[in-house]
T-cell receptor, first 112, second 110 residues
Framework: DGGITQSPKYLFRKEGQNVTLSCEQNLNHDAMYWYRQDPGQGLRLIYYSQIVNDFQKGDIAEGYSVSREKKESFPLTVTSAQKNPTAFYLC???????????FGEGSRLTVL | GEDVEQSLFLSVREGDSSVINCTYTDSSSTYLYWYKQEPGAGLQLLTY?????DMKQDQRLTVLLNKKDKHLSLRIADTQTGDSAIYFC??????????FGAGTTVTVRA
């Protein structure tokens, strides 16, 4: 089945540690996105990539890094510089329709 | 985000119509969207409307757009228990960088 796979679903991290969230898609989409979701707030864009080997900062990129070495993969690293990393992270890719984003099931990161 | 606002909660009786409202600030928005998120899952696109349209209907869903007031609404007819979810309003320009509201949690009661 085609779709977006995020892993891990749940992740616990100690303060000061970097952690990488995986996002893989087999939809053959060019554009991919990372959003952060906090209770009572809308999704906020962290990074996005329109094409392989290219990516741009979103609205809240500080403390995060990404790479886009393959079309299928867009991993997100939450670094120790991110001041409040506990959140639900959603990865998406964009299909053919206007703004038609396909989302993964999300990764919930908790910093202890 | 702060550019898109919507009420946080809506409770509706099964079989009634639900109306979820949204306002946005960017007058250059080209597309307006409604996404649905079920518990523990990612978002799913329900429908979208071009900014030059006033209304779009898709089965039980009706989207109304008042561009002058920058107001978007989603009406769900004959609301069912399976419609319980969080509904997100979003907007974008032609760059498809979507800005999302905080989401409206719809609870359907028997």
């Amino acid at each position: 089945d085609g779709g977006i796979t995020q892993s891990p679903k749940y992740l616990f991290r100690k303060e000061g540690q970097n952690v990488t969230l995986s996002c893989e898609q087999n939809l053959n989409h060019d554009a991919m996105y990372w959003y952060r979701q906090d209770p009572g707030q809308g999704l906020r864009l962290i990074y996005y990539s329109q094409i392989v080997n290219d990516f741009q900062k979103g609205d809240i990129a500080e403390g995060y890094s990404v790479s886009r070495e393959k079309k299928e993969s867009f991993p997100l690293t939450v670094t120790s510089a991110q001041k409040n990393p506990t959140a639900f992270y959603l990865c998406a890719s964009r299909g053919q329709g206007p703004g038609e984003l396909f989302f993964g099931e999300g990764s919930r990161l908790t910093v202890l | 985000g702060e550019d898109v606002e919507q009420s946080l909660f809506l409770s509706v009786r099964e079989g009634d119509s639900s109306v979820i409202n949204c306002t946005y600030t960017d007058s250059s928005s080209t597309y307006l969207y409604w996404y649905k998120q079920e518990p523990g899952a990612g978002l799913q696109l329900l429908t979208y409307i071009f900014s030059n349209m006033d209304m779009k209907q898709d089965q039980r869903l009706t989207v109304l757009l008042n561009k002058k007031d920058k107001h978007l609404s989603l009406r769900i007819a004959d609301t069912q228990t399976g419609d319980s979810a969080i509904y997100f309003c979003a907007e974008s320009g032609n760059d498809y960088k979507l800005s999302f509201g905080a989401g409206t949690t719809v609870t359907v009661r028997a």
